[in-house]
Structure formats: C-alpha cells, structure tokens
C-alpha cells in the first residue's frame, strides 16, 4: 500500500511505517467509548474550597514561589482566528450588501467599541480614502469587513487569535499574547522573571517573536520583572496521516499522501521540551482586561497551592516508601491520600498483600499531576469532569470530549447532559518526580483515545485522525484533581461579537 515515494515522505517528517499503519487501522477500528462511573460534581471529585481554604492555598502558592523553584506559563496559540470571522466571511460573499443578520447588524451597530476601531479606521482611509462613518454612510459595509479581514488592510482572517487587538486601555488596544504577559507577572512570576512559553503556527512565528519582542519591555518595566520568552511549533512527526472512506491512505493530486496536524494533543510533546517543576496551562483567548483580572489571579494561585500542597505530601510517602521505614497504618494512610485526596480508587484495593501495595502506591504517586479549574455548566461547548475507568481497572478523574462518551448509553447520556461543570482549559501542572527529575510525559498517554472526524480536501471527503487531546487522553495517566472556579475565570473569544461581551469591554 506505502511505495518507496510514501516511504521517503514519511520519515522526512519524522514518523516510522510502523506508526502510519498503526493509524490506517485506528481508522477502521475507531476508538473505544470511556467506561464511566459519574460525572464529577462538588463533594463527588470536585473540590469547592471556602474562603478560608483559599487564603491558606494562596499562602502555600506564595512559600512554593519564594523557594526558588521554576515555573513556567504555558500558551496554546497556534490557532488562526479564520473562525472567528465566519460570519464575516459569509457577509462579505453574500448576495446582499448591508447587514441582514441578526450576527452582522450587532457587529456594525457596536463597531466603535471593538479594540481594534482605530486601526480599522487608520486602514479604511488609507485603502478607500473615507473613513468608517464614510463608508457605512454609503453603504459600502463589505469595504469595512474586507479591511477587517484582507490582507490589504488588518488581515484579521489570516492572523492567529493571539495577535488580534481585543481589549480597549487608556494607553492603546492590547492583544490576548500582551494579556498573557501580564497574567504571567501576576501568578507565575518567581526570582522577579516570568517565564512564558507559546506554542505558535510556523507561518505565523516570525510575526509573534517580532511582536513579542516590541511588547515585552513595556510589561517588564510595569511589573517589575524579567520576561524569559520561548516559542515552539507543533512537531511534523505529530502529523496524522489521512484516510478515504474506504480507510485507504487520502492523496494529494500530485500522489503524495495527505497529512494533517494531529490536534492540541500534539502538544504533550512540547511541554515535553518544558524545563519547570511547574507548568500553567491557559488558551489564548481566555482572557480579560485588568479590571477583571484579579479574580483570575486568585484562582491560579488557589489551584496552584492546592498543587504544590498536594505534591508536598506524595513527594513524602515517596521517600517513606524509599526509606523502607514504614508500617502497615502507613500503607493505609496512603491508600487513604489517593483516593481521598486524589481521586484515583481500585475496587480490590483492600484484597492486596503489602508488598504488592507498596507497587501500587508507587505507580499512582509518582507520576505527573495536575490541577484543573472546572466551572458551573451554562452549556457553553467543552469537554466536562468525569470518574472514569482507566485500563488497569482504577477509577480516577478525566476530562471527556462529548465524543468520547457513547450517545447510545442512557446512563451516559444523562450523566453528560446533566453534568454540573464543564472543562475551561484552566491547569496547573506538576511535571517532575520527588527526586526532581522530568516526568516523560508521552509515557502517560492513553492511546486509545484518539479523535476521527470528517473533513474536505478538494472538495473531496476525507477521514481525519486527532491525537488524544491534549488535557484529555494525553494526561490520561496523571493524577488529577478538580476545583471549582468561578465562570467569571472563563471568557473565550470564539466569534468577533463575543469581543463585545461586558467581560472583554
């Protein structure tokens, strides 16, 4: 099926046989549906700490942060923001010239107050030789969306998300890469640097490394800090190949085979590449401008105590364990820390000889750990927390994409329907061992949660494999503990006109 040409193809990007034809039979078999227990809810996997326990983890952050340690903020940004203007894209291409829909006619009814007026503005005069009020004066509203989104003008249709204007301040608009600065220097700032890290396209590297570099000493000075600034690209040998109907290799018309990338999963192995003992993880459009940012602060800095604290105590069973200095209660206050404190249960716990406990509890101990923000539902789309049944019959916390749970199962459908929260991308991450060294994190994935969705190519259809999602099955095998945040934490930009959402104003 593979000739000498595929063959060459595929190990210049990195990728083995092996893995190719490992992915042309995921594509016939599919992925197997998650065995779930519950959907986690408040006192059922999810932690609601009260005021008091928030002051003390913000106390337990601040001692982690003096002490030296390095810690890192870690931003998915690679995404274009083409899908934030689709609506704008069909206005521009439709058959009518003023605004129809309910969509286009709140756009231009609030233009003034997107961040980015002023520039819009700036281009519209000097590409039409009239202003805004000009153009919509007479009619010409596409000229206006064509300078938004063209490369004439803006090119908001080609830039990534990360480097749009989204909020107004006294001193200029700000984009959602600047607000990440500031969040950094805020919560994860320690040794007076920030470090922080974003995953970007390669197209669009160049533009956020000059951008970057133009911004970041106007925030070093603000707050005091260092900025240590890296970027990465997702790796070619993280590219899927794709597949016909018939689960055959898809091929471009010059014959090569059609590769795609494999989805935010890929990203495991750059935060692989991450030097820190710990790692925030956050979107890049959630964010909000600063007279809303302290509410945000306080939750990193909660979840991120609730972090260290909980790494503090199985860092100490680790070295009882080591130290051979421990009795049978010992044993059963650890079994204890795990399924209490985090989350992971085994139904035979009770029919294991110590010896063999000892093995267990050094398996579920050390490894990576991570602690994830949840919000209250208010059916925004997003993965949700759910006790699931892992491979080796333990139950412990996952956050599930609604395709991995099967629609066909009553039970789970209503569990997932009527799930109390849902996942915001809000992690705090513990990526090296009790002995300081890193976790490999790739070894913790569960492979068989992989994605098949539909797509086009050529106007041809196409079967498409994603890797296990990044906070999905690439964390699969971490320990995980959830926490309520409050929604007022969680303020995606998904279309242009959720810009004019209080929150982003």
């Not at 993280?238 to 999963?265: C, E, I, M, Q, Y």
């Not at 495991?268 to 003992?277: C, F, G, Q």
């Not at 260290?308 to 199985?314: F, P, Y």
């Not at 249960?345 to 990576?368: G, H, M, Q, S, T």
């Amino acid at each position: 099926m593979l000739s000498q040409n595929d063959l060459k193809q595929i190990a210049a990007k990195g990728i083995t046989e092996e893995q190719i034809n490992v992915q042309l039979e995921e594509f016939k078999t599919g992925f197997p549906f998650l065995k779930l227990e519950a959907a986690a809810a408040v006192d059922n996997g999810i932690i609601a700490p009260d005021e008091q326990e928030k002051e003390q983890m913000i106390a337990a952050w601040n001692a982690y942060k003096a002490d030296g340690k390095k810690i890192v903020k870690f931003v998915p940004a690679s995404g274009a923001a083409s899908r934030m203007f689709k609506d704008m894209f069909a206005f521009l291409s439709a058959d009518y010239d003023v605004p129809t829909t309910d969509f286009e006619k709140k756009y231009f009814d609030n233009i003034t107050r997107f961040a980015f007026y002023g520039e819009l503005n700036d281009a519209c005069v000097k590409n039409e030789g009239k202003d805004i009020p000009a153009l919509i004066a007479e009619g010409n509203y596409k000229a206006v969306v064509a300078n938004m989104l063209e490369a004439k003008g803006l090119n908001y249709g080609q830039l990534p998300k990360g480097m749009l204007l989204f909020h107004q301040y006294p001193e200029g608009p700000r984009t959602p890469m600047e607000e990440h600065l500031v969040e950094g220097a805020l919560y994860a700032a320690s040794n007076g640097e920030a470090n922080v890290h974003f995953t970007v396209s390669h197209e669009h590297l160049d533009f956020f490394e000059k951008k970057v570099a133009d911004k970041k000493d106007i925030y070093a000075g603000k707050y005091g800090v260092k900025y240590n600034i890296s970027f990465s690209e997702q790796k070619p040998s993280t590219d899927t190949v794709a597949a016909n109907a018939d689960n055959t290799p898809f091929r471009n018309d010059d014959g090569s085979l059609l590769f795609r990338p494999g989805g935010h999963g890929a990203l495991i192995e750059n935060l692989n590449e991450i030097d820190a003992d710990v790692v925030f993880i956050k979107n890049i459009d959630n964010v909000v401008p600063d007279r809303l940012k302290q509410e945000t602060v306080d939750y990193k800095q909660v979840i991120a105590g609730i972090l260290v604290t909980l790494q503090k105590k199985a860092f100490a069973y680790l070295e009882k364990l080591d130290s051979g200095a421990y009795s049978h209660d010992d044993l059963v206050e650890m079994v204890r820390f795990v399924q209490r404190d985090l989350c992971c249960r085994k139904a035979d716990i009770k029919e294991l000889e110590d010896a063999e406990l000892v093995i267990y509890l050094r398996k579920k101990l050390n490894r990576p750990m991570r602690v994830c923000g949840v919000v209250k539902n208010v059916g925004e789309p997003g993965g949700g927390p759910f006790l699931t049944y892992n491979q080796d019959g333990t139950v412990s916390l996952q956050i599930l994409e609604s395709s991995q749970i099967d629609k066909s199962n009553a039970e789970y459908q209503k569990m997932f329907t009527e799930g109390t929260h849902f996942n915001p991308v809000d992690l705090v991450c513990a990526v090296k061992d009790y002995k300081g060294q890193p976790f490999d994190l790739p070894k913790y994935v569960d492979k068989s949660t992989g994605f098949i969705s539909s797509k086009s190519k050529g106007g041809k259809e196409l079967k498409a494999l994603e890797l296990p999602g990044l906070w999905n099955g690439a964390m699969s095998d971490w320990s995980t503990v959830f926490v309520e945040v409050p929604l007022a934490t969680f303020n995606p930009v998904k279309t242009v006109n959720d810009l004019l959402r209080e929150q982003h104003q």
